[in-house]
């Protein structure tokens, strides 16, 4: 099939930010045989009623046909249907078992494959709310503290934190479930 001959749906409630599109394109690269597993589905007009990141991915990496296999007609749906079918597409069910992943899992590969890892285990960091954050407990960072300051960040996610982190020309080691962050002041 001609990628062209596919819309891209101009209602799409979803986006992808850059790091992770840049994981999807790395992922269709890598496994394109995961598009055959699971294809972008398309209404009677070819217009996406899942897969628009892929779509769009797969016009970015400069493909001009794709297998047939890849997309999947669901010419039937009623317009209610199609709704529907476009958000429950990507509402994900379920909730990841963080022991099991870290036990049997390779952190490392989980990241690349585009699976959004929280900064603590079996913690999501979109739930916590001020009465979660306790400014005037005592903090006592591995090794010595005497004269430094505590600063709490709070970012939407791990890409938004390195990203901004790395603007600011921050040194910072990332680890598996925290990052260490070495703010050091300087004379005007």
Not at 113 to 131: I, Q, R, T, Y
Not at 160 to 188: C, D, P
């Amino acid at each position: 099939m001609k990628l062209n001959q596919i819309k891209p749906n101009p209602n799409n409630p979803r986006t992808i930010k850059d790091a992770a599109f840049e994981k999807l394109c790395k992922s269709i690269q890598e496994f394109p045989k995961m598009l055959s597993l699971r294809p972008m589905v398309v209404d009677q007009d070819n217009v996406v009623l899942g897969g628009n990141m892929r779509l769009k991915a797969l016009q970015h990496l400069g493909f001009k046909e794709i297998p047939d296999e890849w997309v999947r007609k669901a010419s039937e749906l009623t317009d209610d249907e199609k709704r529907r079918f476009i958000i429950s597409d990507n509402v994900s069910g379920g909730e990841w078992d963080w022991e099991e992943l870290q036990e049997s899992w390779n952190i490392d590969e989980l990241s690349e494959w585009g699976l959004e890892m929280s900064w603590a285990v079996g913690h999501d960091v979109n739930s916590m709310a001020d009465e979660d954050v306790d400014l005037t407990e005592d903090f006592d960072p591995i090794g010595e503290a005497a004269g430094l300051q505590r600063v709490v960040f709070i970012f939407d996610g791990a890409d938004e934190a390195e990203s901004y982190l790395n603007n600011l020309g921050v040194e910072f080691k990332k680890m598996n479930m925290a990052w260490q962050v070495n703010l050091h002041t300087r004379s005007i």
